[in-house]
């Protein structure tokens, strides 16, 4: 979004990563998107509320957008997260060489154009990953350099871990954690314009 000129600000959700009712891997994300952009308007709302007296009621009242986001790393109907320690990212890598397996991003927005019109879409994106044959030494010169270790699936499309695929089905940014093809659509869904586009 930096990228686009727009300005923002990130509100941590915060929320347990526990679903309900989803059971397939885009149902899940979905609904993880949906959970944290919810808790993000209610922390949003609050502070609003808080600040109500400083505040003009223009700027009380301003309309916003919310974006959330999800991303599952599947592999073999397995979730693969974020590596809790050099092994595992090392074990998830070995698993995935040689292999493809999906990225499932669901994006969920919410415009609050007024205090009684409310806007909210959602879809799931979602990518196709093939890796190329790793050797051992691959692997571990690539985990030793740090990047897979707060990185779901244990690698980065947009770091030295392109280097470890063979190629992608889908849309890139889906795989790095926004695909923004969707989000802009979901944007124009809500008569909200970036860019003329």
């Known amino acids: 979004m930096k990228n686009l000129g727009l300005s923002f600000e990130v509100l941590p959700a915060d929320i347990e990563e526990i679903t309900e009712h989803a059971q397939t891997p885009g149902e899940v ?3 993880l998107a949906l959970m944290k952009a919810r808790r993000t308007q209610q922390i949003l709302e609050e502070r609003r509320a808080g600040e109500a007296g400083a505040m003009s009621t223009q700027a009380a009242s301003a309309p916003y957008v919310i974006l959330a986001a999800d991303t599952l790393v599947i592999l073999d109907n397995d979730i693969l997260g974020k590596p809790t320690d050099r092994a595992e990212a ?3 890598l070995k698993r995935m060489s040689a292999r493809s397996h ?6 969920h927005v919410i415009y609050k154009e007024a205090a009684d019109k409310q806007h909210e879409h959602h879809e799931v994106g979602i990518s196709r990953v093939h890796f190329r044959k790793l050797s051992t030494s691959e692997i571990e010169n690539y985990v030793d350099s740090g990047e ?3 990185k779901a699936g244990a690698y980065a499309l947009q ?3 392109a280097f470890l695929l063979e190629g992608i089905e889908g849309c890139p940014t889906n795989i790095i954690g926004l695909p923004l093809p969707l989000t802009m659509s979901l944007l124009r869904r809500c008569n909200i314009s970036i860019l003329g586009l």
């Open 159 to 161: 770091g030295i871990g």
């Open 29 to 31: 994300v979905a609904e």
């Open 102 to 107: 999906e990225v499932y991003t669901g994006v």
């Open 148 to 150: 897979p270790m707060d």
């Open 90 to 92: 090392i074990s998830m």
